[in-house]
C-alpha cells in the first residue's frame, strides 16, 4: 500500500463539495472553461442576460404558450398574440429584465421575436400533432457519475411509440463542421432517456429559427454509450478541479463577452474565494444559456 494514499491532509481546509449536477450547459462551460463554469455553478454570480438571449427566452416561452392552444389555433396569426403576454410573464418573474430592454425598444424587442415565431411555421405544422411534454425536466443518476439534468423544449411520441427530441434555437444553424457540437445538448438528453425510459429516441431535432434550418439526427445505442462515456471523463475532470479548488481560466475569443472578465485572473482580475458547499440541487432552474443553447 501506498502510504501517502492513507496519510491526512496537512491543512484544515474541509473537504470539497460534491460539484452540482451536471447540465449540457455546464458542461459546456467547463469545455470552454473551467473558471466559467466555477463561475456559474459553484460560485453561481449572477449574470446580465444579453439581448439575444432574452429574445431566446421569449421566444420558447410563446412556442410553449402555442402548445397550449387547440391543434386547430396553433396558425400564425394567433401566435404572434402570444408574444407579448410571454413577456409580460417573464418580466413579472423577473422584473429586472425590463431594465435590459428599455421601454423605447420594447416594440422593436417583441417585433424581432414575432419574426422568428413566424418563421417556425415554415419548418412544422403544429396543427398536425400534439407534444408529449413541453419544457419537459430530465434528470438521471449515473452509476459512481454524475447526475444529469436539463430541459427539453418539447418531446414527441408518435403513434408507434417513437420519441422525437426537438430543440428551438433562435441563432443561425452551424457549419457542418459545428453540428457536432450543435448536437451535444440533445445526445445529453438522449442519454438521460436512455437511462429513464430505456429506450433511444428515434429522432434529435434541432430548428434554427434565425436562418429557417432544421438539422435531424437519428442517434443509436451504442453511439449514446459511448457519449456516457465522454460525459462521465468530463464529470471526472469536474471533480478533480472541485476536490482541488482549482478551475484554471481558458481565454479565447469569446471572453471579450464574457461578464466575468473583471473576476478573471487572464485579465488581471482576482476570483473570489471559494465559496461554501453549493446546494446539491443547484442548477436545478432552467438558465439562459439553456434555454438559447
Avoid at 459553484?42 to 444579453?50: A, G, H, L, W
Avoid at 438571449?53 to 421569449?58: E, K, M, P
Avoid at 420558447?60 to 407579448?84: I, S
Avoid at 461578464?259 to 474565494?273: E, I, N, Q, S, W
Wanted: with cysteine; net charge negative; aromatic share 8%.
Amino acid at each position: 500500500m501506498n502510504p501517502a494514499a492513507t496519510t491526512p491532509p496537512t491543512d484544515d481546509r474541509p473537504a470539497a463539495p460534491r460539484p452540482p449536477a451536471l447540465s449540457p450547459s455546464r458542461a459546456a462551460d467547463f469545455k470552454r472553461c473551467p473558471l466559467l463554469y466555477r463561475f456559474r455553478a459553484i460560485d453561481r454570480i449572477p449574470e446580465i442576460p444579453s439581448r439575444a438571449q432574452l429574445r431566446g427566452s421569449l421566444v420558447h416561452a410563446a412556442l410553449e404558450a402555442l402548445f397550449t392552444l387547440p391543434a386547430a389555433d396553433r396558425l400564425p396569426a394567433p401566435a404572434t398574440e402570444l408574444v407579448a403576454p410571454a413577456w409580460q410573464r417573464l418580466v413579472e418573474h423577473e422584473p429586472a429584465l425590463a431594465e435590459v430592454i428599455g421601454e423605447g425598444q420594447r416594440d422593436r424587442f417583441l417585433a424581432e421575436a414575432r419574426t422568428l415565431l413566424a418563421r417556425y411555421f415554415t419548418l412544422e405544422d403544429p396543427t398536425g400533432f400534439t407534444p408529449e411534454a413541453c419544457e419537459l425536466r430530465v434528470e438521471t443518476d449515473l452509476d459512481d457519475g454524475p447526475r444529469l439534468r436539463g430541459f427539453v423544449d418539447r418531446l414527441d411520441i408518435s403513434p408507434q411509440g417513437l420519441l422525437r427530441v426537438v430543440d428551438y434555437k433562435t441563432g443561425r444553424s452551424p457549419r457542418p463542421d459545428g453540428e457536432a457540437a450543435a448536437l451535444f445538448q440533445l445526445k445529453f438528453y438522449a442519454l438521460v432517456m436512455l437511462h429513464t425510459r430505456g429506450v433511444v429516441p428515434a429522432r434529435l431535432r434541432l430548428l434554427y429559427l434565425a436562418d429557417g434550418q432544421v438539422l435531424d439526427y437519428t442517434p443509436d445505442e451504442d453511439e449514446l454509450r459511448r457519449f456516457e462515456t465522454t460525459v462521465r471523463a468530463l464529470w471526472a475532470a469536474v471533480r478533480t478541479a472541485t476536490d482541488a479548488r482549482d478551475f484554471r481560466p481558458n481565454p479565447g475569443p469569446l471572453c471579450r463577452w464574457c461578464d466575468h472578465r473583471v473576476r478573471c485572473p487572464a485579465f488581471g482580475g482576482t476570483a473570489p474565494p471559494y465559496p461554501d458547499p453549493p446546494d446539491e440541487h443547484a442548477g436545478a432552474g432552467r438558465t439562459e444559456e439553456e434555454t438559447n443553447e
